[in-house]
DNA sequence: TTTTTAAGATTACTATTAGTAAGCTTGTTT
DNA sequence: AAACAAGCTTACTAATAGTAATCTTAAAAA
């Protein structure tokens, strides 16, 4: 598997016999938590206010907006831009680290293109 | 963003203004649910019974990855093989597009190489 | 100037999903 | 014959998500 391509993440073995992988484990619980996925790629178009997210991404509702953006901030994805504090203009804006991310979306971009939807409801 | 690079996928706007995207976002969220970007990542070693799964994934509970192996089964992301029904021996294989996942993989692997774990508890 | 509206949240509550633990069935090992 | 193992399933609790209402402050409208 990839482990052949990648020679630098072959998988060590601990005593249970499970692969220990945890900083791989973690980032993709992270990034797959509900709705995360849609917020990075509509914050791969620039910065953006909190009202446009909302407006742009369906279903979503701010409370969970809100608790997401903050996920992304204090794991250093995104960036908070508040110029004047008097003023109510919050931008959300990828940081260098958020926008490498978008190579993971790109890759499931591809793989719909390919493969077609997986989940209907 | 992404779309530049694929002029296939440039989305359409709807009437209320929001990307039309029911595939990508169908996807994203089925293949982010909880253990299943773990369960395909083991998978791409090759077919894995039951209990080696459940063995190799460190947290991982029966109940949650037989409900997960369900999805993806659903899903046409893994087949179910057990060559005589009389025996308990169960293997989940990906299928070839379930295999095509590797891409996703391979982009969140080469992310976590550049820039570390992005959570801890 | 008073009223209304909008941005960017927070709070309270319900519903859905996940985690924990035990149990079941059938074949194999002791 | 008893104990164990694979592959599930069930019952129950905890955590996460969804829905809706509310709040604050500033700017726009009346």
């Known amino acids: 598997m990839l482990m052949k391509k990648n020679e630098e993440f072959v998988q060590s073995v601990n005593p249970k016999g499970q692969k220990s992988c945890d900083s791989f484990h973690n980032t993709i619980e992270f990034i797959g938590k509900r709705w995360m996925g849609i917020i990075i790629y509509h914050l791969l178009d620039g910065p953006k206010r909190f009202f446009e997210l909302s407006a ?13 953006l903050r996920d992304l901030e204090a794991h250093g994805l995104v960036v908070k831009n508040q110029s004047d504090p008097k003023v ?9 680290k958020g926008k490498e991310l978008e190579d993971i979306i790109q890759a499931i971009f591809e793989w719909v293109k390919k ?7």
């Open 115 to 121: 493969n077609g939807c997986c989940y209907e409801e």
């Open 56 to 68: 742009e991404i369906d279903g979503i509702s701010d409370r969970l907006l809100t608790e997401r």
């Open 88 to 96: 109510r203009k919050v931008e959300y804006e990828l940081t260098p």
